[in-house]
């Protein structure tokens, strides 16, 4: 029986924020240093930057770039990553080994940022680093009066302030084996005021992005710090225990169920604080608390301690393919999550690989590109009946073969489908109705697919993903269309939606 999915065009749900597209780089292995930035490459521009990775991070097109961290974070002092290089101390990296050399820095992030479009998500140091030197961070990129460190940015080249307007309190605090003493959420709330309250005093115009965890740990934060808080952050990392595909995909349900307990947990806070100190200085929250799903991705943990090594993964379709349906996810949860970076952009757990000749794009990438470039800007309703996938032993499985979200882009009048095909090697039909309209003709449709669920990408290599795009695609006479097995279609419809 084919499989059904029904959109409802009576009314657009809630706006989807370009932010769900962003990235994140952190001093991790080859993320930055030798990624991104490599200075001694002759593949370099004049300010270091690796010019085939620029190339590919354009397409990417991310419109947020989180940095510097990430678990690193908690040794990183801003101070030491701006001013003369040659000045700049070599720090070792604690955290994940080697050394932060700091030549990529506050300034040349925010290069960066202007390069590719982003808009630049800081996070802050709360274990070594101080509420006092938050703040200076926060003038040093914002500041625009006759001051210390506004004036230090000036003196380092740039007149005019950075306009950085989110940044986050810290990373994954809850995390005990990471260094740090704020893992007790009282400990952490009694720190985060102060910070909030040097940083807000510095630029009362920025966002807070508080790190969230267990649901124990994001109520005692909000119960105290809702006032303060625009976004609780979320992380996730997708992972294979045992190869089973059912299991893998079974991954993009969790990460949806998380995401619908932690928006119940945001509804019991005001979307509006009210009765604020106004001995704070500074104004609280003004909407909702929203969810920043600012670390994604998959993350394959090995058993060897050579934890940067582990991370630098050959990702395979089978990965692309739950890439997009995490990223079906986060469209039809759009209401909740508006901030979301996939982490991370080169070389550690990423779409772009890199070595000194040159890069290669990973199968990942083409969905990170697709959704950015192709989906709507309005989520609409929609549900999907389909067959599931079977698991290691050939039963079926909880997971569905198609995972499916519907958006609606009212600058081009398109609803756009887009449909993952999970099955490895079966095409799957499925029968498409509109509710309050007739099915309209499609307008294009774009696949993409491979030749397996194993097929990776790599040096010498042609690129194994396939991208076709037919203009000429129909749904038959039962309103089916057929969709490939193993593959990523976005069926575009045009038609106007008024609500």
Not at 431 to 438: K, L, M, P
Request: with cysteine; glycine share 8%; hydrophobic share 35%.
């Amino acid at each position: 029986m084919p499989s059904r999915i029904r959109v409802d065009v009576t009314k657009k749900q809630n706006a989807i924020h370009p932010f769900l597209y962003g990235q994140f780089i952190e001093f991790l292995g080859r993320c930055i240093n030798g990624g991104i930035h490599d200075p001694d490459s002759p593949l370099s521009d004049a300010d270091g930057f690796r010019l085939d990775v620029l190339e590919k991070v354009k397409g990417l097109n991310p419109p947020l770039l989180r940095f510097p961290g990430g678990t690193v974070v908690k040794i990183y002092h801003w101070m030491d990553g701006v001013g003369p290089k040659e000045e700049r101390k070599r720090q070792a990296n604690r955290i994940w080994g080697g050394v932060i050399d700091h030549a990529f820095g506050t300034n040349e992030f925010i290069q960066y940022c202007r390069k590719i479009g982003a808009e630049p998500f800081l996070v802050v140091n709360m274990t070594t680093g101080t509420p006092e030197e938050a703040a200076d961070w926060v003038e040093y990129c914002n500041g625009t009066g006759d001051t210390y460190y506004a004036n230090l940015r000036r003196s380092h080249g740039f007149e005019e302030p950075h306009n950085v307007k989110y940044w986050g309190l810290g990373n994954e605090e809850a995390a005990v084996p990471d260094i740090g003493y704020l893992h007790d959420p009282k400990e952490y709330v009694k720190a985060a005021w102060e910070f909030a309250k040097h940083m807000k005093l510095a630029d009362r115009s920025i966002k807070l992005v508080l790190p969230g965890d267990k649901p124990e740990w994001n109520k005692a934060v909000l119960d105290e710090l809702h006032p303060v808080c625009d976004y609780l952050s979320l992380h996730y990392y997708a992972s294979s225990l045992n190869g089973d595909g059912a299991e893998y995909f079974s991954h993009a349900a969790k990460l949806e169920k998380r995401i619908a307990e932690t928006r119940e947990l945001l509804a019991e806070y005001p979307a509006r604080v009210e009765n604020f100190d106004r001995w704070y200085r500074f104004p609280p929250r003004q909407r909702e608390i929203r969810i920043a799903l600012d670390e994604w991705g998959i993350w394959q943990i090995g058993n060897s301690d050579d934890y940067v090594r582990d991370m630098e993964t050959v990702y395979n379709w089978r990965d692309a393919l739950l890439v997009a349906s995490m990223l079906n996810v986060m469209q039809r949860q759009s209401g909740a999550v508006t901030m979301a970076t996939f982490a991370q952009m080169v070389n550690i757990l990423a779409p772009i690989f890199t070595n000194e000749q040159g890069s290669f794009l990973q199968t990942i990438y083409h969905p990170l590109k697709l959704y950015r470039e192709h989906s709507g800007n309005w989520k609409l309703s929609c549900e999907t009946d389909s067959a599931m996938l079977t698991d290691g032993e050939g039963k079926p499985s909880a997971v569905p073969c198609l995972d499916v979200s519907a958006t609606y882009h009212d600058g081009r009048e398109e609803i756009v489908l887009a449909v993952v095909n999970r099955d490895p090697s079966r095409p799957a039909k499925a029968v498409v109705s509109f509710t309050g309209a007739d099915v309209p003709e499609i307008a294009e449709a774009i696949e993409l697919t491979c030749p397996s669920w194993e097929t990776v990408n790599g040096f010498g290599l042609d690129d194994q993903v396939t991208c076709t795009v037919k203009t000429d695609a129909r749904h038959d006479a039962d309103g089916g269309y057929v969709f490939p097995p193993r593959s990523i279609t976005l069926l575009k419809h045009r038609s106007a939606i008024r609500d």
